[in-house]
């Protein structure tokens, strides 16, 4: 698909006036999609599970962080390259903090700056709120290089102080290379086929991984293939459930620093039934 591209201020209210950068859930239209924006690393489209839309990312970082936020049971929307309109407010911060607003190249236009992440979170008390995350690699934001970019942070963080709207940086050293590997995994099983989403069969797979907690020393997979057995469904399918458990936070264990290999030694675990799940969700 052919990307946009932005040489006039007409360009940008027709964008505007299409939709994009509007909407909510299923219905949001990221202002900035892979083909709009010249590559200088790698990008990804991947049509989401959380949110059920393709979503749009400029980095690997970006899908990183977009991992974790599928993961997240108080995430409920995630809006990303969200943009700061309308544009002339950022244009009046840069003005007042005396930093030169950012321009669209080989144009005079004034470039309609974005937040890579728009998020809506449930609180504690079940209320709901939006919070904005900016997503920059560490090196980024060291050195004489980054000058530039933590200027036009800093019109980011005022825009959205504006707003009432709570702001910050993510890097790469907010989550570990582990989880990031152990969710790209256990995403792949985010979503079972219908065949499989048996709440019987759930309740009765988690008994019998309990019952193998004595056997530390066995394998994932050789503890998968005697549930496999015990339940006389083929090994794939319980790898599957296994798998799409974990994802739904019915087995609990250490993915930050533990990595999940079907060869490796069954980790460390605590299973949360279902009924206890539910309670646990009620409550927070």
């Known amino acids: 698909m052919r990307g946009r591209r932005f040489s006039s201020k007409q360009d940008i209210e027709r964008h505007i006036a299409n939709g994009f950068g509007a909407g909510a859930g299923v219905g949001y239209m990221p202002w900035l999609r892979v083909?709009?924006?010249?590559?200088?690393?790698?990008?990804?489209?991947?049509?989401?599970?959380?949110?059920?839309?393709?979503?749009?990312?400029?980095?690997?970082?970006?899908?990183?962080?977009?991992?974790?936020l599928e993961f997240s049971e108080n995430v409920v929307d995630i809006r990303e390259q969200y943009p700061l309109l309308p544009f002339e407010s950022p244009q009046a911060i840069a003005r007042a903090?005396?930093?030169?607003?950012?321009?669209?190249?080989?144009?005079?236009?004034?470039?309609?700056?974005?937040?890579?992440?728009?998020?809506?979170?449930?609180?504690?008390?079940?209320?709901?709120?939006?919070?904005?995350?900016?997503?920059?690699?560490?090196?980024?934001?060291?050195?004489?290089?980054?000058?530039?970019?933590?200027q036009k942070l800093e019109v980011e963080r005022r825009f959205w102080m504006s707003q009432g709207v709570d702001w910050s940086i993510v890097t790469e050293e907010d989550f570990t290379p582990d989880l990031i590997k152990n969710l790209g995994l256990l995403r792949r099983y985010a979503q079972l086929p219908r065949a499989l989403m048996n709440s019987s069969l759930h309740s009765e797979f988690l008994e019998l991984l309990e019952s193998s907690k004595p056997y530390a020393w066995a394998t994932m997979s050789e503890c998968l293939?005697?549930?496999?057995?015990?339940?006389?469904?083929?090994?794939?399918?319980?790898?599957?459930?296994?798998?799409?458990?974990?994802?739904r936070k019915f087995i609990r264990l250490d993915l930050c620093n533990v990595p999940l290999h079907l060869t490796s030694p069954l980790p460390d675990f605590h299973i949360v039934y279902p009924s206890e799940l539910s309670s646990l969700r009620e409550r927070s």
Not at 54 to 67: N, P
Not at 238 to 247: E, S, Y
Request: hydrophobic share 40%.
């Open 225 to 247: 293939r005697k549930i496999s057995k015990r339940l006389s469904i083929p090994y794939a399918e319980a790898r599957d459930i296994f798998f799409n458990l974990i994802w």
């Open 35 to 68: 083909q709009d924006v010249p590559s200088t690393g790698r990008s990804w489209k991947i049509q989401g599970v959380k949110i059920e839309r393709m979503h749009h990312l400029l980095s690997d970082l970006e899908r990183a962080y977009l991992l974790v």
């Open 97 to 150: 903090i005396g930093v030169r607003y950012p321009r669209y190249m080989k144009t005079n236009v004034p470039l309609v700056m974005t937040t890579d992440f728009l998020l809506t979170v449930k609180q504690p008390n079940g209320d709901f709120k939006s919070v904005a995350r900016t997503i920059k690699y560490q090196k980024d934001l060291l050195g004489e290089d980054a000058l530039r970019t933590l």
